[in-house]
């Protein structure tokens, strides 16, 4: 379906093809949509407990150096100061992490990065724990820090564990098969940050059993909750979670963050402890997308067939290793892009350094080598005199087509038709002559004469949900009550909207209108997995369609025993429970009546089919489903001063399902917006390993004069073993749209740009020598 | 902390001499981000907020007297920004709409960040400033007012009263290169102002040296160069304006640019700039 900008109210209680209204299928209305709205939401900065304390972490100012001491007598003589806590104080593990424990909760003895908590604080007010930090006496040895990533693989290792997180070679098909026509490129991605607007943020509640309960903002609690517990010297059982109000996370909560420092201080002084990250220190508290340096040569054939495909992809991890292991894997298994390629060499390195820690960022590695791989599309084409979209259509992967792993894709990818169904979207009008429509905008820089306009296209693709035999799953619980159905799950809502996907599948299964969503925690809940990898619809989706399916069946069964029939002639159409056609009796009872003051309950737990580990050559069925998008960028550029004003995108994605439209678009148009910033703006700047703009003044982002018009294709192609078909839908739109942008670039100013985001001068100063 | 707010001009002249260590807040846009970063610890305040006169604006004869208390949105008023329209151009390019609401131009002058976006052209208008103590009055040009990266001549204890700068000089310009489309700080900026009744340019620069500076050695070199009769310079004399204007620059490497870019950008703005307001010129000149 081809949706214009959206008209009309969303959500408006409409009737679905059984009755419900706001089942799956339609824009149903966010339950927190309002709150969020209005103002009214509570998000993780605005908790609050009577007598609590304020907690803040002192960070190294230096890159690199040793800690030959630290004085915390001065800051606990100042009055209202509670506590400080140092490596010396963590009772557990000395370190956390998100796959590997090797990142220390303060450093000891060394520091590896800018912005490397030190000690952590309590005090009776944010600006004494501040003054507190400030009376920290460390003593250090500066050491020169190791900040480019090729030095950091022959050097003196900075970690116990070595400066490489994962080198993964990928041999597929013939080493030694060349195509005539050859095409080279080195492609660079700068660190882009996931800055979501509401900073970290938790409180922290000693208990009476000695564990502590922490309200925190994150992606995934039951994670954050065994890593604590490690830290703290703590079964799991002690450490309880709850999801505070998220505002926003693009990967850049799956890390633990403050959470073992407040726990910490809230044990140690015996009251509540609530942190709350300034926007610097969010910028620092953070792992951000990796920069890569990105080197890829194809052949072909002269009708531009791929005949091989090599790569070498170096990701910068920083300092400590988060994900970077799988960030690698996905660079590596995606770095050729959706198309079938035959014969291909990759080697995938993530490297340790002393710049910050890099992790998780929507689009999960995907999006850095679709950056190169489409550069190097858009070369081939030239070379072999196609049209730049004909020669994607030509080598377009498909179902039944095999991965450079030589995973055989078994789900629907539809690759060329989302390039298709993208081509065929309306181009936007000719430049309005209007100062705000044009580069610079608002700066008035910009004359009509001096525009340029360019249209470039991109395709991308990644895989959805955790690879490599990850045993994942997901776990849900439902309760009915008199047409009252409670869904519990422990997937941490960021934002995307889970808690109305979690509402429409039991309003469609159950046909009750009346659907609360239980909070997420971890006391009473299993694990649901991260809300990542495009995930949560796919796994928490599942194990909620199939809790509400096991009440749904002891319903009928509870009703087909009252009413002295086989549950099997029972069925729900819409808000009734009825007979089979064809059924001996004649049953229509509406539901939340067919058993007053009996409740139903059932919990369940899902998983996706088995995945297998990549062998030494880096082949094997590693990953669970795919899922494409393609981009059409139109801008206009002022090529003599570099400035660009993207006019337009148009995408056609991969959805398998819509089960929100509504909620489908705003993912679609978020993504676009980072793939924007990526594109033209977006990236933390490291001098020595020190980031040089940790705040909004300048890190850039869009904001709705940046943000193009966004013209979308839903292409619904259910994916076989997804429940209700749906793909996962947050990551494409941040894929491709970046290299579609930078394509149309080219093509407006004739600079062969190869380097993200793009910076004035490398097109205004493209004919001088750097 | 102690937070004074006079009501007049004399209360808060007097609130300041009473403690000359206060920190002063007009629209906070600055002072409170230095706040928030702890960069400042203010333990008194002097806020201007309720000093009404500072707040007003009038002409006099040819010379417009701007309030030190007029926020960015005051400036895009269409009375003022007919007389000024160069002023309302860079206030346009400050901040999102809350920020124009709050900052003023007295905070732009005080703060006087090499960025500062009413700077450039209230150096190019030649711009003089009434500043106030409990001591007395005086009048500073603006030119010699900003002594440094955000150093003034300023003294302790002593306001920003006014800027005063002509009220009739209708073809003057202001352009911004940000890497934003709006809500950017300038990496580079150019203001241009021609009175064609005595033939003379002036141009200021933005973010591209320690202060705004101006470009005196281009500015009397084209003023020779135009037929102040139609408005029209001689071929070429727009692009040597930009390459002798850019030359006159002092740009450094940051975060946020290259000295090469800003250079090349101050070349291009004060190009476009002098050829846009020189057609201005030629048009009413036709009328």
Same mark, same amino acid.
């Given at each position: ?627 494409? *998008?393609?981009?059409?960028?139109? @801008?206009?550029?002022?090529? $003599?001063? %570099?400035?660009?004003?993207? =006019?337009? #995108? /148009? +995408? ?5 399902? *819509?089960?929100?439209?509504?909620? @489908?678009?705003?993912?679609? $148009?978020? %993504?676009?917006?980072?793939? =924007?910033? #990526? /594109? +033209? ?90 | ?287």
């Amino acid at each position: 379906m081809t949706m214009a900008p959206p008209t009309g109210t969303p959500g408006t209680p409409g009737t679905t093809a059984r009755g419900v209204a706001g089942g799956l299928g339609e824009s149903a209305r966010r339950p927190d949509g309002g709150p969020k709205v209005r103002g009214e939401f509570a998000f993780a900065g605005d908790l609050w407990a009577d007598g609590m304390l304020w907690g803040a972490t002192l960070r190294s100012p230096h890159a690199a150096a040793r800690i030959r001491s630290i004085d915390v007598g001065p800051a606990l003589a100042i009055a209202g100061v509670a506590t400080v806590v140092t490596a010396a104080d963590v009772p557990g593990s000395a370190n956390y992490g998100l796959e590997e424990r090797d990142q220390p909760v303060f450093a000891a003895d060394v520091v590896r990065y800018a912005g490397e908590p030190i000690a952590a604080v309590a005090a009776d007010h944010p600006e004494t724990a501040r003054r507190a930090l400030a009376a920290i006496v460390v003593d250090y040895e500066l050491l020169p820090p190791v900040t480019d990533p090729e030095l950091a693989l022959t050097g003196e290792p900075l970690h116990p564990d070595g400066n490489v997180f994962r080198h993964l070679t990928i041999r597929h098909g013939d080493p030694t098969a060349r195509g005539p026509v050859v095409v080279e490129g080195t492609y660079e991605i700068g660190m882009q940050d996931q800055a979501f607007m509401g900073p970290e943020a938790g409180l922290a509640v000693p208990a009476e059993d000695g564990g502590v309960d922490l309200v925190v903002s994150t992606q995934w609690l039951h994670n954050d909750r065994d890593q604590v517990a490690e830290c703290l010297g703590l079964r799991p059982d002690q450490v309880r979670l709850t999801l505070g109000g998220v505002g926003g996370a693009f990967g850049a909560r799956e890390d633990v963050s403050l959470h073992v420092h407040i726990c910490l201080l809230a044990l140690r002084t015996g009251r509540p402890v609530k942190v709350v990250y300034s926007r610097e220190e969010s910028f620092l508290g953070h792992v951000h997308r990796h920069p890569a340096r990105i080197w890829m040569r194809h052949t072909a054939e002269p009708d531009g067939t791929i005949v091989s495909f090599e790569a070498r992809i170096v990701l910068d991890g920083g300092a400590y290793r988060s994900s970077s292991y799988h960030v690698v894997a996905n660079a590596s298994c995606f770095a050729a892009g959706p198309y079938r390629v035959p014969n291909a060499h990759v080697e995938g390195l993530g490297v340790r350094t002393n710049n910050p820690p890099c992790g998780a960022m929507r689009g999960f590695g995907a999006v850095q080598v679709c950056f190169a791989h489409e550069g190097q599309m858009d070369k081939l084409a030239a070379a072999c005199g196609i049209d730049p979209v004909e020669l994607r259509l030509h080598n377009a992967l498909d179902h039944g087509d095999h991965l450079l792993t030589g995973q055989r894709i078994d789900g629907t990818l539809p690759v060329a038709r989302v390039i298709r169904e993208t081509m065929a979207l309306p181009l936007p009008e000719p430049a309005a002559d209007e100062l705000l429509s044009r580069p610079g905008a608002a700066g008035r820089t910009t004359d009509a004469p001096h525009v340029r306009r360019g249209i470039g296209f991109a395709v991308g693709f990644k895989n959805l949900m955790y690879a490599e035999g990850y045993m994942d799953g997901s776990e849900a619980a439902c309760v009915l009550v008199d047409g009252l159905a409670t869904v519990q799950c422990a997937a941490a809502e960021v934002g995307q909207g889970f808690v109305t996907l979690a509402q429409q599948i039991a309003r469609t299964v159950l046909g009750v209108e009346r659907v609360l969503v239980a909070p997420a925690e971890t006391a009473s809940m299993g694990s649901a997995g991260s809300t990542s990898a495009s995930r949560q619809t796919w796994m928490s989706g599942g194990a909620v369609e199939q809790a509400c399916l096991a009440v749904r069946d002891q319903l009928l069964a509870h009703v087909a025993s009252t009413l002295g029939c086989a549950a099997a002639d029972l069925e729900i159409v819409g808000g009734a429970i009825r007979s089979v056609p064809g059924a001996a009796l004649d049953v229509d009872i509406a539901v939340e009546d067919a058993a007053p003051g009996v409740p139903f309950e059932a919990r369940r737990v899902f998983h996706h089919r088995v995945t297998l580990p990549l062998d030494a050559d880096g082949q094997g069925d590693a990953h669970v489903s795919m899922a494409c *998008a393609a981009h059409r960028a139109v @801008v206009d550029v002022d090529p $003599e001063l %570099g400035l660009v004003r993207v =006019v337009q #995108l /148009a +995408t056609a994605q991969d959805v398998g399902r *819509a089960l929100n439209p509504l909620s @489908v678009l705003g993912q679609i $148009e978020g %993504g676009c917006a980072q793939g =924007v910033g #990526l /594109a +033209t703006m977006e990236e933390l700047v490291l001098e020595a390993g020190k980031v040089r703009n940790a705040s909004f003044t300048d890190y850039l982002i869009p904001t709705a004069l940046d943000m193009p018009e966004v013209v979308t294709t839903l292409v619904e192609e259910p994916e076989p073993g997804a429940p209700f078909g749906a793909k996962g839908v947050g990551e494409p739109p941040v894929i491709s749209s970046t290299p579609a942008i930078v394509a149309a670039v080219r093509a407006a100013t004739g600079v062969d740009l190869t380097r993200v985001p793009i910076r004035p001068q490398d097109v205004a100063l493209a004919d001088r020598p750097r | 902390m102690d937070v004074s707010v006079p009501r007049t001009l004399d209360e808060a002249l007097a609130a300041l001499a009473d403690r000359p260590d206060a920190m002063v807040l007009a629209g906070g846009t600055d002072v409170m981000v230095g706040v928030n970063a702890g960069r400042q610890t203010p333990t008194a305040v002097v806020a201007l907020r309720a000093v009404e006169e500072l707040r007003t604006w009038s002409v006099d004869g040819d010379r417009l007297r701007l309030g030190a208390g007029l926020t960015y949105a005051d400036l895009l008023a269409p009375d003022l920004a007919a007389m000024v329209p160069a002023l309302a151009q860079a206030a346009r390019t400050v901040g999102s709409p809350p920020i124009r609401n709050a900052g003023t131009v007295g905070g732009n002058l005080a703060t006087a960040s090499p960025a500062g976006d009413t700077l450039p052209v209230l150096l190019a208008l030649d711009a003089e400033l009434d500043l106030a103590s409990v001591e007395g009055r005086r009048t500073v040009a603006l030119r010699s007012f900003l002594t440094g990266p955000k150093r003034t001549q300023l003294r302790t204890g002593e306001l920003i009263v006014a800027a005063r700068v002509p009220a009739t000089r209708p073809h003057q310009e202001y352009r911004k290169v940000g890497v934003r489309n709006a809500m950017v700080i300038a990496v580079a900026s150019v203001a241009v102002v021609v009175d064609a009744d005595v033939g003379v340019v002036a141009c200021a620069m933005g973010s591209v040296g320690p202060t705004p500076l101006r470009a005196p050695r281009a500015e009397e070199w084209v003023a020779g160069r135009i037929d102040w009769g139609t408005g029209v310079p001689d071929a070429g004399v727009a692009a040597e304006f930009g390459r002798l204007v850019a030359e006159e620059s002092r740009p450094i490497d940051d975060h946020r640019s290259t000295a090469a870019y800003r250079r090349h950008a101050v070349e291009v703005l004060a190009r476009r700039a002098l050829e846009s307001t020189l057609a201005g010129v030629a048009r009413a000149e036709a009328a």
